[in-house]
C-alpha cells in the first residue's frame, strides 16, 4: 500500500511540476479563505451570532462574511439558530453554542 501512495504522490508531483504548479496569487488566496473561515468559527464557538456581531467581533468585512457563511451552511459546518430582529443568527453544528 505505501508503494500505490508513494506513487500518487509523486504522480502529483509531476502533474504540478507540468501545470506550471500553484501560483503565488492561488495560494494567498487559500489561505485568506482559510483565515476568514478561522475568524467565523472562533467567533461562533462563544455562541450563536448575526452577521453584524460577527463582522464586529471578527473586524471582517460583513459582505465577505456572508458569502462564507453560506458556504459554511452548504458544507454542514453551521446552521440557523433563529432570528434577532432582522437578522438571522448562526451557531456552529452539533450543539456548540
Avoid at 475568524?39 to 471582517?60: H, Q, Y
Wanted: proline share 2%; hydrophobic share 30%; no cysteine.
Amino acid at each position: 500500500m505505501s508503494e500505490i501512495k508513494r506513487n500518487w504522490r509523486e504522480d502529483l508531483k509531476i502533474f504540478r511540476e507540468r501545470m506550471g504548479g500553484v501560483t503565488q496569487e492561488r495560494k494567498d488566496w487559500q489561505k485568506e479563505q482559510r483565515d476568514y473561515s478561522k475568524a467565523i468559527s472562533g467567533v461562533l464557538e462563544k455562541g450563536a451570532r448575526t452577521v453584524p456581531e460577527i463582522a464586529e467581533a471578527s473586524g471582517l468585512p460583513s459582505d465577505k462574511i456572508l458569502w462564507h457563511l453560506m458556504a459554511m451552511k452548504k458544507y454542514g459546518k453551521i446552521a440557523e439558530a433563529g432570528r434577532s430582529g432582522d437578522y438571522f443568527r448562526y451557531e456552529l453544528k452539533g450543539g456548540q453554542s
